[in-house]
């Protein structure tokens, strides 16, 4: 057997014995925002400027304010299902609360948030399209709370720390101001600024980021504030897409090579 047909037979056998799996990423695509003042209604929605993609997931934030009013329900005018992932406030304040849509319908979409009376005020949300995220159980890990007074050190706007389990998630970061004090939101440390509403008035001031966090480890979500005041900080963490086994490649050698 001639020596370019022996290598030929070991690159093969290399083929089949280390397979290298492809791996499907987490990724941004859009994301939109509506917030309002002191007007009262029983919903909050916000359009998407470009149509969203078969198969991606949303994930959603939402803040509104008066106790005892409940997030009744997340809709959107394509018909996807929301999870409601958690809701955090303290008593007689802010709301602040999570959900997505996993393995969506494409197209033009706005999505809302449905209250459980009509009386709602300064109203928030915010939604993220993440493509490449896990289409049977993205979420991984969530937490969120309320600080009435966190400071204004870097990141000390925080969600609390989660761990998640697997390389590669997204990570959505969710915050709104509660207390009616105008202050400055910036990301925290290694996330990117997706939405923000600043203001000098009374409308509700809210800010998202992310990031792709490569290796699975303890993480939150952070932002730092100008003007210290009541923030309510939430966090969803989503799996990528499970590895594919790519196809094995076989060299075949023939008699007298």
């Known amino acids: 057997m ?62 509104w304010y008066n106790d005892p009013i409940t997030l009744s329900s997340v809709t959107d005018t394509l018909g996807n299902t929301y999870t409601v992932v958690q809701t955090v406030n303290i008593a007689l304040a802010q709301r602040y609360a999570t959900a997505y849509a996993k393995n969506i319908l494409g197209g033009a979409n ?23 995220a896990d289409t049977t159980a ?33 990570l959505f970061g969710f915050t709104a101001e509660g207390a009616g004090v105008s202050t400055t939101i910036t990301q925290g440390t290694g996330y990117t600024l997706r939405q923000r509403t600043q203001s000098s008035t009374t409308t ?31 966090i969803l963490t989503f799996k990528a897409a499970g590895a594919a086994a790519a196809t094995p490649q076989r060299t075949l050698i023939g008699v007298g090579q």
């Open 110 to 132: 706005t999505v809302t948030a449905t209250f459980s009376l009509a009386t709602a005020i300064f109203r928030g949300i915010i939604v993220h399209e993440v493509s490449g």
């Open 2 to 63: 001639r020596l370019s047909a022996i290598r030929s037979l070991l690159a093969g056998l290399l083929l089949l014995l280390f397979t290298t799996p492809v791996w499907a990423a987490n990724a941004f695509v859009q994301s939109a925002q509506t917030t309002t003042g002191n007007v009262a209604l029983g919903t909050v929605a916000v359009a998407f400027v470009s149509n969203v993609t078969a198969g991606n997931l949303i994930a959603v934030g939402i803040t």
């Open 204 to 234: 509700e001031e809210q800010a998202s980021e992310d990031q792709i966090q490569a290796t699975a480890a303890s993480i939150a979500a952070t932002f730092t504030i100008g003007t210290d005041t009541e923030m309510g900080t939430l």
């Open 138 to 170: 993205p979420l991984d890990k969530n937490a969120g709370q309320v600080q009435t007074a966190p400071g204004t050190g870097a990141n000390a706007v925080t969600s609390g720390a989660v761990v998640s389990t697997t390389d590669g998630q997204y």
